[in-house]
C-alpha cells in the first residue's frame, strides 16, 4: 500500500514535468531546474517532520512561524556578533522547545492538536515581530550565506545546492527512522489505533512529544536554510507555509488519519506542489490562482484518503 501511494504520487509528478516540459519552453532550463529543487526543499524539509506529528495522529499548524522565528533569532545573534556555530545552535534549539510546548500542551494538557498548535502559531509569529521590531536583519557572514546560497556540487551545468542535500540527508534519515527504529513502530501504532497502542504498552505520550519536537526543529533548519539563501530574515519569513508543508504531506499519502504514509512521500508531495507553482508562474498565472488551485489539489488529496481508508475497512470487515 505504501509503495501503491508512493507511486502514483511520482507518477503525477513525472505526467506534471512531460506537461510543462512541452507547454513551456522555459521549464527545462537548468536555471529553473535548480529554482524548483531550492524553492521545494524549504516545504520539503518541514513536510518530513509535520509527517511525523500527522501519522502519529496530529496535526502542526505552527511549522511556518517556527520557521520564521528561527530564522529571526539565528540572524538576530549573528548581527549581534554573536559566533556563527552558537547563532545556530540558538536557531535550532528554538524550534526544537517550541516543538516540546506543542507537544506538551497536547499531551499533558490535553488541548486537542489543532487548538494548541494554533495557538503556537500566533505565539511564534508574535515573539518574531518582537525580535525585529518591524526591521530586518541583513549583513550576515559569508559562511552563513553559503549554507543556503553554496553548491556541494558543480559540473557543467548541473549544481547540487546546500540546502538540497540537507533535505536528502534527512529524509533519508526519517526513511530509517520510521522504518528500522522502535520509535517508528510506535509512531505508526499510536498513529494508527492510539488505545491498542496504549494497551500494548506504548508509550503514548512520548512518541507525540517526541513527533512534535522533531516537527519544531525541521522546522527551525528550514527557518536557519532560508534566511541564509533570501539574506535577509525579517518577521513575516514563513507566514503561510503552512498551508503548502500539511497540503505537500497529505498529497504524499500520510494519511489524515494517521498510522499510514512514509516521509519521503511527503517530499514527492512537496515536489509536486513546486512543480505546480513553478509551472503556474511561468505561464503567468496570478497568486491568488496558484491559492485557489492548491486548495483543489488538498480536498483531491484528502478524498482519495477518504475513499482509500474506506476500502480499507471494507476489506478488512469482509476477511474477518
Given at each position: 500500500?505504501?509503495r ?10 513525472a505526467?506534471?514535468c512531460?506537461?510543462?516540459?512541452v ?10 531546474l ?30 511556518g ?45 490535553r ?6 498548535t494554533?495557538?503556537?502559531l500566533?505565539v ?8 525585529t ?5 541583513s ?35 526519517a ?21 491498542s ?28 536554510l ?20 500539511i ?9 489524515l ?9 511527503a ?17 503567468g ?28 475497512r471494507?476489506?478488512?470487515?469482509s476477511s474477518?
Amino acid at each position: 500500500m505504501k509503495r501503491f501511494r508512493e507511486t502514483g504520487v511520482f507518477l503525477a509528478l513525472a505526467i506534471l514535468c512531460i506537461v510543462w516540459a512541452v507547454s513551456l519552453p522555459m521549464f527545462l532550463r537548468p536555471e529553473n531546474l535548480y529554482n524548483i529543487g531550492l524553492a521545494f526543499t524549504f516545504i520539503g524539509i518541514m513536510a518530513v517532520g509535520e509527517a511525523f506529528v500527522m501519522l502519529s495522529g496530529g496535526i502542526d499548524l505552527s511549522v511556518g512561524a517556527i520557521m520564521g522565528l528561527a530564522g529571526v533569532v539565528t540572524a538576530g545573534a549573528l548581527s549581534g556578533g554573536t559566533p556563527l556555530p552558537l547563532a545556530l545552535a540558538y536557531g535550532l534549539m528554538t524550534g526544537l522547545v517550541l516543538g516540546a510546548v506543542n507537544g506538551g500542551l497536547i499531551v499533558w494538557g490535553r488541548i486537542p492538536p489543532f487548538i494548541a498548535t494554533l495557538g503556537m502559531l500566533s505565539v511564534a509569529r508574535s515573539l518574531a515581530f518582537e525580535r525585529t521590531q518591524g526591521n530586518l536583519f541583513s549583513n550576515f557572514p559569508p559562511a552563513f550565506l553559503w549554507l543556503g546560497q553554496g553548491d556541494v556540487v558543480e559540473w557543467e551545468a548541473f549544481r547540487l545546492p546546500f540546502p538540497l542535500l540537507v533535505l536528502v540527508v534527512l529524509t533519508l534519515a526519517a526513511m530509517v527512522a520510521l522504518s528500522r527504529t522502535t520509535f517508528g513502530r510506535h509512531l505508526y501504532a499510536v498513529g494508527g489505533n492510539e488505545a491498542s497502542a496504549r494497551l500494548s504498552g506504548v508509550k503514548v505520550g512520548g512518541v507525540k512529544l517526541g513527533a512534535y519536537m522533531i516537527s519544531g526543529l525541521l522546522a527551525a533548519v528550514a527557518g536557519i536554510l532560508q534566511a541564509a539563501y533570501i539574506g535577509v530574515a525579517q518577521g513575516q519569513d514563513g507566514q503561510g507555509y503552512e498551508l503548502d508543508v500539511i497540503a505537500a504531506v497529505v498529497i504524499g499519502g500520510v494519511s489524515l488519519a494517521g498510522g499510514e504514509g512514509t516521509a519521503f512521500g511527503a517530499v514527492l508531495g512537496a515536489a509536486l506542489m513546486g512543480v505546480l507553482r513553478n509551472g503556474l508562474i511561468l505561464r503567468g498565472e496570478p497568486a491568488f490562482r496558484q491559492i485557489l488551485l492548491i486548495g483543489v489539489v488538498i480536498w483531491l488529496a484528502a478524498g482519495v484518503d477518504v475513499l482509500r481508508r474506506r476500502g480499507w475497512r471494507r476489506s478488512s470487515s469482509s476477511s474477518g
